[in-house]
């Protein structure tokens, strides 16, 4: 009777602290979260990584550097295997050119001439035979109407052994002095030949020239 009483007394007590019990495994098992694999922890771990890595800043491709030139193309002409100089504002061109037909300038034979009020310059090559003979070599640019004064004169000008020669023409009044030169360079004779108003301009003029002279096989 009094277990029966008990039980009736304390029946409500009893359904109350039941329901707290299912009320708290409840919430216990909705706030407990999963343990993650080892495995996983891993592939996380190293994806992280990866993403934390910064991205590689391309290797710039090289571009080609031209060769320096040992001096200013200023006041040069560079063609057909040889370089020369000449004055500022002045140009040499195929005197072949002006020829009906016209003649091509060559590798091994060509002739280039410039002029202006106060000067006239010409340059002739051809390839070099079994000896050399400098007046030989200057008459190949040496008009009718122009004379050879004095004696010839040979002189080392940078490598080369250049000769040369004053001359006086009559083929223009303007220009009645000036002298001609020839040298040997690469397999080649080279002839040069100024015009100028007054005596005693030519060697400045050659040397010049033949300061940025350069030329194939040199």
């Known amino acids: 009777m009094v277990t029966r009483n008990f039980w009736r007394k304390n029946k409500f007590f009893l359904l109350v ?3 707290f019990l299912v009320a708290g495994a409840i919430i216990a098992s909705c706030n407990s979260k999963p ?3 080892p495995e996983a922890q891993i592939q996380a771990a190293v994806a992280a990584t990866l993403a934390s890595i910064p991205s590689v800043t391309p290797y710039p491709i090289p571009t080609t550097v031209p060769s320096p030139t ?11 295997g040889f370089c020369i100089g000449h004055p500022q504002d002045f140009y040499l061109i195929d005197q072949g050119a002006t020829r009906q037909p016209p003649i091509a300038n060559t590798y091994g034979y060509g002739i ?6 106060t000067l006239f310059i010409q ?4 390839t070099s035979g079994p000896s050399f003979d400098p007046q030989l070599t200057m008459r190949y640019i040496l008009e ?4 050879l004064q004095g004696s010839l004169d040979a002189q080392l000008l940078g490598k080369l052994n250049v000769y040369y020669q004053p001359i006086t023409t009559a083929v ?33 003029l050659l040397k010049q020239a033949i300061e940025k002279f350069r030329c194939q096989n040199q």
């Not at 040992?70 to 057909?80: A, I, K, N, Q, T």
């Not at 280039?112 to 009020?117: E, H, K, T, V």
């Open 17 to 19: 602290l039941a329901v």
């Open 35 to 37: 343990t993650p694999s």
């Open 70 to 80: 040992p001096y200013s193309l200023e006041g040069v002409f560079c063609e057909y």
């Open 112 to 117: 280039l001439f410039g002029y202006s009020q």
């Open 123 to 126: 340059i002739a090559w051809t």
């Open 144 to 147: 009718e109407k122009e004379a």
């Open 172 to 204: 223009s009044t303007n220009l009645p002095f000036g002298g001609i030169a020839s040298w040997q360079c690469g397999g080649r004779d080279f002839a040069w030949k100024v015009y100028t108003p007054q005596d005693g301009m030519a060697p400045a």
